[in-house]
Nanobody, 121 residues
Framework: QVQLVESGGGLEQAGGSLRLSCLAS????????MGWYRQPPGKQRVLVAL???????KYDDSVKGRFTISRDNAENTVYLQLNSLRPEDTAVYYC???????????????WGQGTQVTVSS
């Protein structure tokens, strides 16, 4: 019914930049909060950045001033700009969105498949 597809991961050197994108598609009635999580190897998945439908944002302390989350409501897309990358940013990055679908008219939590970001020192 609803799919989230991420793109933009890859290998980058420390100090470099990457831009992640996540497109929500399918039977979408409305989209509330959208966010990015990451899961480093052997660790739990944690919230990196969140953006509300009104574009209020929240960041984990470890990425404040380096990462920027934004969204295009008309395109149901959320972005994450990653600047000043560090080796400790290496992780699988997952897109998350709270979406009301046109079938049930209920909000559900949806996840993308994940995209690998690797930062070399």
């Amino acid at each position: 019914q609803v799919q989230l597809v991420e793109s933009g991961g890859g290998l980058e050197q420390a100090g470099g930049s990457l831009r992640l994108s996540c497109l929500a598609s399918g039977r979408i009635l409305s989209v509330a909060d959208m966010g990015w999580y990451r899961q480093p190897p052997g660790k739990q998945r944690v919230l990196v950045a969140l953006i509300t439908s009104g574009s209020s944002t929240k960041y984990d302390d470890s990425v404040k001033g380096r990462f920027t989350i934004s969204r295009d409501n008309a395109e149901n897309t959320v972005y994450l700009q990653l600047n000043s990358l560090r080796p400790e940013d290496t992780a699988v990055y997952y897109c998350n969105a709270r979406i009301r679908d046109t079938v049930t008219w209920r909000f559900g939590d949806y996840w993308g498949q994940g995209t690998q970001v690797t930062v070399s020192s």
